[in-house]
């Protein structure tokens, strides 16, 4: 089977392995977390898989694990703002990721940008979001982003590396996106209710 | 001195499956904006991106992020 093939035979499995995830954990979020952990460890032990069994049972058994894992892990404090402000190298311990390199928080739905770029409130969050970034990150990420300066510009203007370019703007983007889901988006469905 | 010489099958069979993890796939996300990525770079993001939808999100945001920027500028 190549990879491709593989890759359509376990995702066919997916509402399968979600069903019986929600059962055990009572917990829809944490069962596709544990369903994509389930996919993402199968794909990777590809060779394990010898067939002697079929896939949905092998499946089966990497999931079990899986939610055993997550039963324990449950206890999870949320990630606070001010972690995210260090100027730290990026290998360092990362609160948005768990150890294996998972997303601890899952990102969210954010619908369609046309929906809240008409309101005036959401570039008065994602202002304040941006004047809450480290000084240095808020002004390369202007330079790419609202001058459209390409990188190699960027770089030769502040004489840093491309390689430290995108550590800044990786940064820059994964704090701006945390700070609208908890200033924008978490509220969003608020918001639509109100008359 | 160590000739190069190309890579043993098993090794290459190694890099070309390798799969990345949604923190490797994030950081491929936010380069992809600002550059192309290199061939084995792509590969492995699209093999991870057709089976996370946690990836698929976030790479949506980062467009959503760069359009509401462009229209600060406007």
Redesign the interface.
């Known amino acids: 089977m190549d990879?491709a093939a593989f890759?359509a035979e376990?995702?066919a499995h997916r509402r399968y392995l979600l069903r019986v995830a929600r059962l055990q954990l009572r917990d829809a979020e944490l069962a596709?977390?544990v369903v994509?952990d389930t996919?993402?460890a199968a794909?990777?032990a590809?060779d394990g898989y010898t067939g002697a069994s079929t896939v949905k049972t092998w499946l089966t058994g990497i999931l079990k694990h899986k939610i055993v894992d997550a039963i324990r892990a449950r206890q999870r404090a949320p990630v606070p703002m001010a972690q995210l402000d260090e100027e730290t190298d990026?290998d360092d311990f990362?609160p948005?990721?768990k150890e294996?390199?998972?997303?601890a928080a899952?990102?969210?739905?954010?619908g369609d940008?046309e929906a809240?770029?008409n309101r005036r409130q959401?570039?008065d969050v994602?202002?304040l979001c941006l004047d809450q970034l480290p000084a240095k990150t808020a002004r390369v990420f202007i330079m790419?982003?609202?001058?459209?300066l390409?990188?190699a510009e960027i770089c030769k203007e502040l004489s840093i590396t491309a390689n430290n370019?995108?550590v800044i703007?990786?940064r820059a983007?994964?704090a701006?996106?945390v700070c609208?889901e908890q200033k924008w988006f978490a509220g969003a469905a608020e918001r639509s209710a109100a008359p | 001195m160590s000739a190069r010489r190309t890579p043993s099958f098993p090794a290459m069979w190694h890099r070309l499956?390798h799969?990345?993890?949604?923190?490797?796939a994030?950081?491929l996300l936010?380069?992809s904006?600002?550059?192309p990525l290199g061939w084995l770079e792509r590969a492995r993001l699209r093999?991870?991106l057709?089976?996370?939808?946690?990836?698929t999100?976030?790479a949506?945001?980062?467009?959503?992020?760069?359009?509401?920027?462009?229209?600060?500028?406007d």
């Open positions: 990879a890759v376990l995702d596709e977390d994509q996919l993402l794909l990777k590809r990026l990362d948005l990721f294996n390199g998972a997303w899952r990102p969210g739905d954010w940008p809240a770029l959401f570039f994602m202002e790419r982003e609202v001058m459209d390409d990188t370019l995108w703007l990786y983007r994964m701006l996106r609208l | 499956t799969v990345i993890s949604c923190k490797e994030s950081r936010s380069q904006q600002d550059g093999a991870h057709a089976l996370c939808q946690m990836c999100r976030f949506a945001q980062l467009r959503y992020m760069r359009t509401a920027m462009h229209r600060l500028r």
